[in-house]
């Protein structure tokens, strides 16, 4: 069993010494959770007014206050953590999610699909689709709008993940619909860390979610108020890929029939 925690809460844009605060206090909440995952860009707020703001917010993984943070609690807690946050490289800047977990930084992925302006602020992902090993089980990470491309869900599911988790700001409800067929074409879990709250035009909807490898929806947080949502996840029922007992999801595929 993974007991498994979603952080569902209302980061400050720009206020990131307040944001790594309220994200301490929730963390606080759930010591015995073996893995938290918390929105997309949680410690700086999303809605940048240009290039230079979201620059400035940016951190490098290997000097941030914040994932610091976030490991001093993974190792004292022996958990799993991952959230969104902007990460500063050489060639500019990534929308990122990282994994830390007891023994250090485990992994980062860079979002590929970048949705509306971010395209003005970050450089688009070019991490390899990975899975990383933890105590608990093969993790893999996809962020917000990635919900819409089928493929790298698909690779990671054939890495044997067991649970990809998707750190997300959503606007609209198409990930709701879209998620559940995911997991169940893939026979994983998925678990969706939304946000709520309005910065300037935008307005980010909650419903966190936790969908299993059926594509039920296990548990799902409000849309307006910060919220815990936590459940213990078999996650063996990911390793078994037959939706009959004669149907294997991959290997059914018709490969050499899709031209
Ligand atoms: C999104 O990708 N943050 C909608």
């Not at 490289?89 to 992925?109: D, Q, V």
């Not at 699909?113 to 993790?139: C, N, Q, R, W």
């Not at 609209?172 to 619909?177: C, L, P, R, S, Y």
């Amino acid at each position: 069993m993974l007991k498994i925690a979603i952080i569902q809460f209302k980061p400050i844009l720009g206020a990131v010494a307040d944001n790594i605060q309220a994200i301490r206090s929730l963390l606080e909440r759930v010591p015995d959770a073996q893995l938290l995952v918390l929105p997309e860009l949680a410690s700086t707020g999303y809605n940048f007014r240009d290039k230079d703001h979201a620059y400035s917010l940016a951190e490098e993984p290997a000097d941030s206050a914040y994932l610091n943070m976030l490991n001093t609690y993974a190792r004292r807690n022996e958990q799993y953590i991952v959230t969104g946050f902007n990460e500063k490289a050489e060639k500019g800047i990534y929308n990122s999610s990282a994994l830390t977990g007891p023994e250090g930084m485990i992994g980062i992925y860079r979002k590929m699909h970048l949705f509306m302006h971010e395209k003005e602020y970050f450089l688009p992902g070019d991490s390899e689709l990975k899975v990383y090993d933890t105590a608990y089980g093969k993790i893999g990470m996809q962020i917000c709008f990635d919900y819409l491309f089928p493929e790298p869900w698909r690779i990671l599911a054939e890495q044997d993940a067991h649970l990809i988790v998707h750190p997300s700001n959503l606007l609209t409800q198409n990930a709701t619909k879209a998620l559940p067929g995911i997991a169940l074409m893939n026979r994983v879990y998925i678990a969706t860390a939304n946000r709520i709250g309005t910065e300037g035009n935008l307005t980010f909807n909650g419903g966190s979610m936790i969908i299993d490898p059926s594509g039920n929806v296990l548990k799902k947080a409000s849309a307006a108020n910060e919220e815990i949502i936590e459940y213990d996840l078999d996650i063996s029922l990911s390793t078994d890929k037959m939706i009959t007992p004669l149907n294997h999801v991959f290997k059914d595929r018709r490969a050499e029939q899709y031209k």
